[in-house]
């Protein structure tokens, strides 16, 4: 299964994987770097039977990870549709953090920060939780770990804070910028989780991800200067 030709129609793209729809409501999420995919699928099958909402996984061979197809949009995609909604993708990203740092984290998952012990997934942005006739589900578990959950909120806020955004007119991006700045606000005002003591340590760790850009860093370095 691993490599070889497109082994579908491809139907998303992301800064590190593709993923192709295999039919009968399975997808094939492929990295395009040297990766083993099956932590990432042992992490979501235990994710799942402590009722997180999570995709159900099938199969995982090396950098392919074969799963069941999410129907429905991420909040990010909601948001450039729907931008009256910002304040309330914000709460709903808040509200998926609490969720998942409420589950007990599993010994054989890595611990980037020493201590702490829920589980966190270090990628938890509006375009990584899809809206769902079932409710929110979140997507991406690649970088999944275990540590103290004011660790993922801070990245989270670092992530939507210094990503670039793509491909935007100057009056469109200046729109989005401000989109972003509410959900941000709407999200870090109604987590449970305080993150400003692990703001240095994520934007540290962000910095030398082999997926963030040159502009990326430059911002993420400001944040390290900037922090006591």
Do not use: C
């Amino acid at each position: 299964m691993t490599g070889g030709n497109p082994p579908g129609r491809l139907i998303g793209a992301g800064r590190a994987a593709d993923v192709y729809d295999l039919g009968s409501g399975r997808v094939l999420r492929r990295y395009r770097i040297s990766a083993n995919a099956e932590p990432e699928a042992r992490l979501m099958r235990y994710l799942r039977e402590a009722g997180l909402g999570v995709p159900e996984v099938f199969d995982a061979d090396g950098t392919d990870l074969v799963m069941a197809r999410i129907d429905g949009a991420d909040l990010l995609s909601d948001l450039s549709r729907r931008p009256w909604r910002a304040a309330r993708h914000g709460v709903t990203l808040a509200r998926m953090h609490d969720q998942l740092h409420e589950i007990q984290a599993p010994s054989w998952l890595k611990r980037p920060f020493g201590d702490g012990d829920r589980v966190l997934h270090l990628d938890l942005h509006p375009g990584n939780v899809m809206m769902t006739a079932g409710g929110p589900m979140i997507i991406d578990w690649s970088n999944g770990a275990a540590g103290p959950p004011g660790a993922d909120v801070a990245m989270a806020s670092v992530i939507m804070s210094t990503s670039e955004i793509d491909d935007l007119p100057m009056p469109v991006r200046l729109i989005a910028e401000r989109l972003r700045r509410r959900v941000i606000k709407q999200f870090e005002s109604r987590v449970s989780h305080d993150f400003r003591p692990y703001l240095t340590t994520v934007a540290k760790l962000r910095m030398v991800d082999r997926n963030v850009r040159p502009a990326e860093v430059i911002v993420l370095q400001q944040i390290v200067d900037r922090q006591p």
